[in-house]
């Protein structure tokens, strides 16, 4: 055996070399990419469940958001700080599922999930009054934008 065919045998090895690492590596980019999106949807749905479990420990706070989501019409200054403060965790956790589908860790099925109960929110107007007297002070950019134009389609199909 002549070093031309050595050198042509070892370059053909490197090349297998490379096509395997290079499989290897997609395989573990395309699990890494999976647990991301897994950890997305489970952060998501545990800031939700954070909210829920204010609201089924406490039954006043409860009953305070109920009405609070209707028309915050009456409430006292307390009341109204309280809700406000309860409307601003909640839309914590609409925006930063809104940015993790932005970047592509969130799917369209969970975010479907997500949009349907944020459309609930704003389907009462005493949320949409808190956007536009507060929410939309505190949070900036693409998700500012997207609440108002969630509002406009509400009121448009007069879903209020």
């Given at each position: 055996?002549?070093?031309d065919?050595?050198?042509?045998?070892?370059?053909?090895?490197?090349?297998?070399?490379?096509?395997a690492?290079?499989?290897y590596?997609?395989?573990?980019?395309?699990?890494?990419?999976?647990?991301?999106?897994?950890?997305?949807?489970?952060?998501?749905?545990?800031?939700?469940?954070?909210?829920?479990?204010?609201?089924?420990?406490?039954?006043a706070?409860?009953?305070?958001?109920?009405?609070?989501?209707?028309?915050?019409?009456?409430?006292?200054?307390?009341?109204?700080q309280?809700f406000?403060n309860?409307?601003?965790k909640?839309?914590?956790?609409?925006?930063?599922?809104?940015?993790?589908?932005?970047?592509?860790?969130?799917?369209?099925?969970?975010?479907?999930?997500?949009?349907?109960?944020?459309?609930?929110?704003?389907?009462?107007?005493?949320?949409?009054?808190?956007?536009?007297?507060?929410?939309?002070?505190?949070?900036?950019?693409?998700f500012?934008?997207?609440?108002?134009?969630?509002?406009?389609?509400?009121?448009?199909?007069?879903?209020?």
């Open positions: 055996m002549n070093w065919a050595i050198g042509a045998i070892a370059e053909l090895a490197g090349a297998v070399g490379v096509v690492s290079l499989l590596l997609g395989t573990q980019i395309r699990h890494s990419t999976k647990a991301s999106s897994v950890e997305a949807k489970l952060t998501t749905t545990g800031m939700h469940s954070s909210v829920v479990d204010l609201l089924i420990a406490d039954p706070l409860n009953e305070l958001f109920m009405r609070g989501v209707a028309s915050t019409d009456g409430f006292t200054p307390e009341e109204y309280r406000s309860l409307c601003l909640t839309f914590w956790f609409f925006s930063a599922a809104h940015y993790q589908l932005r970047t592509g860790m969130l799917d369209e099925d969970n975010w479907f999930e997500t949009k349907s109960l944020l459309e609930f929110e704003l389907s009462g107007a005493g949320v949409r009054g808190w956007w536009r007297r507060l929410g939309s002070k505190r949070f900036s950019g693409k500012a934008e997207f609440v108002d134009s969630e509002i406009i389609a509400i009121e448009s199909r007069g879903d209020t």
